[in-house]
T-cell receptor, first 113, second 115 residues
Framework: DQQVKQNSPSLSVQEGRISILNCDYT??????FLWYKKYPAEGPTFLIS?????DKNEDGRFTVFLNKSAKHLSLHIVPSQPGDSAVYFC????????????FGKGTKLTVNP | EAGVAQSPRYKIIEKRQSVAFWCNPI?????LYWYQQILGQGPKLLIQ????????DSQLPKDRFSAERLKGVDSTLKIQPAKLEDSAVYLC?????????????FGPGTRLTVL
């Protein structure tokens, strides 16, 4: 039973364009959501998060949108850069982030120069 | 600030053998996590320590996996005996305190191959 789903295994975009990575969840108890970025042979690194009391959070080129009614969140990267090429994991937690993280399978983003 | 250290980085063993992984968290981090990441999947929490006490080990296959965190600092994760399906990357993470979902810092992982 996959509670956090990233249905696109891969995404390819041109440098300078927008990258949109999607994530769906099924557990209504999740109220805190995070995106992690992972380069090969490295551990995941925290990118951006959002609480369920918000519908948008922005940090530089990265924006996360949350649609609670649809149980859907997305990560927007604008403009995309070649250094953004990595695997992006969506993760969710309950109890305001104090419960364990549940990860999706990840989406491999490739940004072409 | 030094990151989370893990060793070894790679390990290849035969099935039914035993293996151990070591993790040194960021200095001062009270909470330590072990995750299993199977190829093509996201990380799955195996066990969470708060200092040297276990907070959550609900997804740890306790018949073959064990973990300890002596003195609330370093931790070891052991598999005995290993099965083919244990082939995965084992990630260690730490955070300053429990409940900081965005404050987990991951190590580079140990890639285990079971033949």
């Amino acid at each position: 039973d996959q509670q956090v789903k990233q249905n696109s295994p891969s995404l390819s975009v041109q440098e300078g364009r927008i990258s949109i990575l999607n994530c769906d969840y099924t557990n209504s108890m999740f109220d805190y959501f995070l995106w992690y970025k992972k380069y090969p042979a490295e551990g995941p690194t925290f990118l951006i998060s959002i609480s369920s009391i918000k519908d948008k959070n922005e940090d530089g080129r990265f924006t996360v949108f949350l649609n609670k009614s649809a149980k859907h969140l997305s990560l927007h990267i604008v403009p995309s850069q070649p250094g953004d090429s990595a695997v992006y994991f969506c993760a969710a937690s309950a109890q305001g982030g104090s419960e364990k993280l549940v990860f999706g399978k990840g989406t491999k983003l490739t940004v072409n120069p | 600030e030094a990151g989370v250290a893990q060793s070894p980085r790679y390990k290849i063993i035969e099935k039914r053998q035993s293996v151990a992984f070591w993790c040194n968290p960021i200095s001062g981090h009270a909470t330590l996590y072990w995750y299993q990441q199977i190829l093509g999947q996201g990380p799955k929490l195996l066990i969470q320590f708060q200092n040297n006490g276990v907070v959550d080990d609900s997804q740890l296959p306790k018949d073959r996996f064990s973990a300890e965190r002596l003195k609330g600092v370093d931790s070891t994760l052991k598999i005995q005996p290993a099965k083919l399906e244990d082939s995965a990357v084992y990630l260690c993470a730490s955070s300053l305190e429990r409940g900081l979902a965005h404050g987990q810092f991951f190590g580079p992982g140990t890639r285990l191959t079971v033949l």
